[in-house]
């Protein structure tokens, strides 16, 4: 498909333990931007990716969330010693180089983490 | 990027208008209204966004106060599909200056009825 694709759309991990989460953005998208959901809760920014490089990570809440997007396409969401507090819907979107001026974001269909 | 003030709830009959208010009376020259909405258990989904003037697409309207302090989402036709979280972001378009990452707030719960 031509959306924003992300895996997997569901992970349970026990509490302490590493996980990755994937997002492929649309092709010829060059902003890449991860957000997490909690429930009732509007998405919360996490980090901007502006081509390879992080644009914007003031929103990652400790050290143990980075991510990384090499080759300005597909991006991981990394967590190390996963808390239960960690426990959310993820989200990634993409859109266009932000100084086009159709910039709106699209979004995928989110992986939900589950820390227990 | 402006701050956006939206009622927590709204309903609306099925097959009536679904007007949403959304307030942002810091709104700068270079910021854009944009609207998402979120269907229980998918990811945001695009609405529409509007500078200054009114903008009409398959999905809605968006009025825009002349003033840019607020704006109204209108759903012509509401359906029970229409159901969702509603988003009002502000944010900057083109190449001036200011933060392109689309900020949420709790948006409006929107639930429309038979």
């Known amino acids: 498909g031509a959306g924003v694709s992300q895996t997997p759309s569901n992970k349970v991990t026990e509490k302490g333990k590493y996980v990755e989460l994937r997002c492929d953005p649309i092709?010829?998208?060059?902003?890449l931007y991860w957000y997490r959901q909690s429930l009732g809760q509007g998405p919360e920014f996490l980090i901007y990716?502006?081509?390879?490089?992080?644009?914007?990570d003031s929103g990652l809440p400790n050290d143990r969330f980075f991510a990384v997007r090499p080759e300005g396409s597909v991006s991981t969401l990394k967590i190390q010693r996963t808390e239960r507090g960690d426990s959310a819907v993820y989200l990634c979107?993409?859109?266009?180089?932000?100084?086009?001026?159709?910039?709106?974001?699209?979004f995928g269909q989110g992986t939900r983490l589950t820390v227990v | 990027d402006a701050k956006t003030t939206q009622p927590p709830s709204m309903d609306c009959a099925e097959g009536r208008a679904a007007n949403l208010p959304c307030n942002h009376s810091t709104i700068s020259g270079n910021e854009y209204v944009y609207w998402y909405r979120q269907i229980h258990s998918q990811g945001p989904q695009y609405i529409i966004h509007?500078?200054?003037n009114n903008e009409t697409n398959e999905m809605a309207s968006l009025i825009i106060t002349e003033d840019r302090k607020s704006s109204t989402l209108i759903l012509p036709h509401a359906t029970l599909r229409d159901t969702a979280v509603y988003y009002c972001?502000?944010?900057?378009?083109?190449?001036?200056?200011?933060?392109?990452?689309?900020?949420f707030g709790r948006g409006t719960s929107l639930i429309v009825h038979p």
């Open positions: 979107a993409s859109s266009l180089y932000p100084g086009h001026m159709n910039t709106e974001a699209f």
């Open positions: 972001i502000v944010r900057v378009g083109g190449t001036s200056g200011g933060s392109y990452i689309p900020t």
């Open positions: 509007g500078l200054k």
């Open positions: 092709s010829g998208h060059t902003a």
């Open positions: 990716f502006q081509g390879t490089g992080a644009a914007d």
